[in-house]
């Protein structure tokens, strides 16, 4: 049976902890120039900070650099490239033939991995991507489950096989889009994507014998999600995922929050896990519930199951479960514990714990509320536009870094 690798995304450092606390193989992250999620983007420091922090945990850092670069971009390309190498990342992750010949020249100790950008739908562009030296190739997401098998079957022996089993599709194939940039004047291409699929939209059809006269297309006050998908979710398919013998499994989200890291990483871990070791007994029920508690939109198996599925659009632009929210981080375990809070909180509240390596939360009813600064009980605490903090106690033991969720 082939395990695969979970693998998480990485926004910033204090994410690579999280995921990794949670149970990640790898993360993935980015730069602040050469990748496709520049506004969540490390600097120098974090990405150090975060591989040496992967190696003596005895996992692994994936950067991206798959921008499509311009000529005057190269000379940022090769000196990124080379402080990377420098601080020994466990793989780039390219798009752009251009920068696949840098990384060779520049990084060849540093495996290489084909993004997901590249749009690779075939065992015969894998067999390519093997000769320009690549350790492994990210699919694209608009494949069923029989193409990948069929691609993991007839691939080069060594070749490994990474796909996203979890988070947001761009309306476009791939994320190959020019909206952003069309609408915006921010290129999604080189990493700085407004989301326009995302918005509200109000559509007007002119009537043909009445020109100039516009009439509403079946929207309500608040538009319609017409570019909008649904986010991906392969977990009921993780027994297939198995037997197809991929190496790695992909959740997206370096823009989303901590407590998404947490709650996505935690659920997968499991399921993973799990299924490994009784597959006979596996049930999806107790993962979902847990991954339903995250911020996501509707969820689709996109095409996994049916390459022509049209059961993928997210027209109400809702979360689909609200009843859960992110209430904070373990910031410091004292006789008081400081939690950073991210939504209010106040006495009364109902509060789920995630604790590392335990799937279900433990719940706790908040007795008592201290102010963070001079430790006086106080009733309600809101966050600002500082980092806001709080101290209470709990009935059992937490340490820096778990995550707190509000039950509303």
Known sequence: MNKPELLAPAGTYEKAKIAFMYGADAVYCGTSKHSLRTRTAMDFSDLKNTVELAHSLGKRVHVALNIYARDDEYEGVIE?????????????IVADPGIVDIVKEYAPNIDLHISTQANTVSAHTCKFWAKQGAKRVILARELSKDEIKYIVDNKPEGLEIEMFAHGAICYSYSGRCYMSDYMAGRSANHGDCAQP??????????????PGEYMPVDFDDKGIYIFSSKDMCLMPEIPTIFDLGVDSLKIEGRLKTEYYVATVVNAYRHAIDDYAKDPENWKMDK??????????????EFYFKDKYNTDTQDLEGKQINPNYEFGGIVLKVEDLITVEIRNKLSVGDKLEVMIPGILEPTTYIIDKLYDAETN?????????????????KFPFEVKEGYIIRRVK
């Not at 990124?80 to 780039?92: N, P």
């Open 80 to 92: 990124e490239v080379k402080e990377l190498a420098q601080i020994e990342i466990d793989g780039f």
């Open 197 to 210: 699929c995302r918005w509200s939209y109000n559509l007007y059809a002119e009537e043909k014998n009445n």
């Open 287 to 300: 993962y979902m519930a847990e991954l339903e508690k995250a911020k996501t939109r509707a969820l689709t």
């Open 376 to 392: 006086e009980e106080i009733d309600t605490v809101n966050p600002g536009v500082k980092e806001q903090k709080v101290k209470m």
